[in-house]
């Protein structure tokens, strides 16, 4: 099974971009990678997902790169309910799996 | 539309006790999954049902949790007897359905059990 690798922690200023990497080195060729976010006392939410090819939707951006062994999810301009744990993780056999996450400080 | 609806959202009981969490997914949603989250881990798949059988419970713990799912709707999830282990935060998500290109999944709140 495909295995993700993040960073503990990140720190970002308000209002300032972030870019959060992800490498996924044994994903395989029809592996779908997804990025969930978890505030809080919550559970985690759907941010984006993609295959190949670069991907934008109103939260976030989803680079991938050209041998799809690392990802990097793109926040434009954080704000302070951005703060959250990141997940990335990768749809292997229609499950998700995950790691243990970025957290994502967001300083005023 | 209605998001997943769990309870309790909380839970303390003392270790051997029995407990069962509740999950009502998305209406029309096929897949339903049961995830056990340790403090400062990511979600860790239980079982996953489609409709109402089960496609993977090869994580679940099978001499102290059960799931069931009757008329692929609503579940539960219990744990009998309850060992300290256990003490994590017990998430419930569901989808359209597994296969497909396309898995957005839905969570729940989540329920916190403490075991004492």
């Known amino acids: 099974d495909a295995k993700t690798t993040q960073p503990n922690s990140m720190e970002s200023n308000e209002e300032e971009p972030v870019h959060l990497p992800c490498n996924h080195s044994?994903?395989?060729?029809?592996?779908?990678i997804h990025w969930y976010r978890q505030l809080p006392s919550q559970g985690p939410e759907y941010v984006i997902h993609?295959?190949?090819?670069?991907v934008n939707n109103r939260m976030a951006s989803l680079a991938i790169a050209e041998d799809r062994k690392s990802s990097t999810l793109i926040l434009h301009r954080a704000t302070l309910r951005d703060a959250a744990v990141y997940y990335c993780?990768?749809?292997?056999?229609?499950?998700?799996?995950w790691g243990a996450g970025t957290k994502l400080i967001i300083k005023p | 539309e209605a998001g997943v609806a769990q309870s309790p959202r909380y839970k303390i009981i003392e270790k051997r006790q029995s407990v069962a969490f509740w999950c009502n997914p998305i209406?029309?949603?096929?897949?339903l999954y049961w995830y056990q989250q340790i403090l400062g881990q990511g979600p860790k798949l239980l079982i996953q049902?489609?409709?109402?059988?089960?496609?993977?419970d090869s994580q679940l713990p099978k001499d102290r949790f059960s799931a069931e799912r009757l008329k692929g709707v609503d579940s539960t999830l219990k744990i009998q007897p309850a060992k300290l282990e256990d003490s994590a935060v017990y998430l419930c998500?569901?989808?359209?359905?597994?296969?497909?290109?396309?898995?957005?999944?839905?969570f729940g709140p989540g329920t916190r059990l403490t075991v004492l």
């Open positions: 998500a569901s989808s359209l359905e597994a296969s497909g290109f396309y898995n957005e999944q839905f």
């Open positions: 209406s029309g949603h096929a897949t």
């Open positions: 049902f489609q409709n109402n059988g089960v496609v993977d």
């Open positions: 044994t994903i395989s060729g029809t592996d779908y």
């Open positions: 993609g295959l190949t090819s670069n």
């Open positions: 993780t990768v749809d292997s056999n229609y499950q998700l799996i």
